[in-house]
């Protein structure tokens, strides 16, 4: 008869899990690709370089070419990739252990989680945030800027008790996300328009305001189709309710202002042509325009409504933005709603 294999004491004790060798807790932000304007053209990762984009294992990190005008690597993740920037101590988890560690990120607000690879090191402490994620990463954990978060790090065997947020290291840049004063709202929902182009360079140097004289259910329809007689297209919708949509990322050309789209962001606001804007969407709008103005360097001079942006050249004009920004149809009434507001 076969002998049994003894079992086990029944107060005998599961082994103690590994206990984290990093971890923090508290707010987020988003971070890395070609729309993220708050590290500039040139700026690297502190746990890559350029070497790396030939190495498999890390070259999935990144889009397989620079954004336009871009040369460091921060603007060549690709935003879909589930990476993290933390302010990691490099004496206990060295930098070399970072290029190859797998973070675990947890929201504790629906107990989502993800694996993550650390690319960098950030945000500013003056951000008053712990980490900074991939925009996709974040989206699929359900998080918008400001939700609190927490990151870990496990090892095979227990470690050292979790550090504290580190200091900047000596010799090291002070992280990313300094730039921009202002979060960016929520987006809603990114509804992608087919209907845009490369700027091939362009540097923003203007918002323009329109009115979708329609509803948001055929503006979002009238966005999607390509072809036809009048494709068309804008960065952002904004709904009456004061929800965001982005049909078109800010490093493409969306199809809004007739020979002024390669240098200008487009905002659409839903609304007919003889109302105003409601107040939850005035409010989304002033914010809207505020973070692209202090994003991309924009003077509040340069928003305009859509007839009467510099280089619009539709024959016969439009009576765009209509009502919105008050009852007269002129750049004096948007320029006085932007000082009012913005």
């Known amino acids: ?29 988003t971070f890395g690709g070609p729309d993220d304007h708050g590290v500039s053209p040139t ?8 070497p790396d984009l030939q190495d498999p294992k890390y070259a999935s990190l990144f889009l397989p070419a620079p954004p336009p005008g871009t040369s460091g690597l921060a603007r060549r993740l690709n935003p879909e990739k589930y990476y993290l920037a933390c302010r990691w101590d490099y004496s206990q988890t060295p930098r070399k252990f970072l290029r190859d560690a797998v973070a675990v990120v947890f929201n504790p607000e629906n107990k989502r989680s993800a694996n993550a690879r650390p690319a960098d090191w950030g945000p500013n402490v003056d951000t008053k945030r712990v980490t900074d994620l991939s925009p996709g990463m974040a989206a699929v954990l359900g998080l918008n800027t400001d939700d609190v978060v927490r990151v870990s790090i496990s090892a095979s065997a227990p470690g050292p008790p979790p550090p504290k947020i580190a200091r900047v290291p000596k010799g090291a840049r002070p992280g990313h996300g300094t730039r921009n004063r202002h979060a960016k709202p929520v987006i809603k929902k990114f509804v992608e328009s087919p209907n845009h182009s490369s700027r091939n360079g362009a540097p923003i140097t203007m918002v323009v305001l329109h009115c979708t004289e329609a509803s948001l259910d055929s503006t979002l329809t009238h966005f999607q189709t390509a072809g036809g007689t009048n494709p068309v297209s804008a960065h952002y919708v904004i709904d009456r309710n004061g929800d965001i949509y982005q049909t078109v990322r800010e490093s493409d050309s969306a199809w809004h202002c007739m020979g002024a789209n390669k240098g200008s962001v487009g905002i659409e606001h839903v609304a007919l042509e003889t109302q105003a804007l409601d107040r939850p969407q005035a409010k989304a709008s002033a914010a809207l325009i505020r973070w692209l103005l202090e994003q991309y360097e924009i003077p ?4 305009f409504g859509h007839d009467f942006t510099p280089g619009y050249n539709r024959p016969g004009g439009t009576s765009c933005p209509d009502k919105l920004f008050g009852p007269g149809h002129s750049q004096a009434t948007v ?3 932007v000082e009012a507001n913005v």
């Open 335 to 337: 320029a006085a709603w």
């Open 43 to 50: 700026e690297g990762l502190a746990l890559f370089e350029p």
């Open 300 to 303: 509040r001079s340069n928003v």
């Open 1 to 29: 008869m076969p002998k049994r294999k003894p079992r086990a004491p029944r107060n005998a004790k599961k082994p103690a899990a590994a206990a984290p060798i990093f971890q923090v807790e508290g707010k987020m932000s």
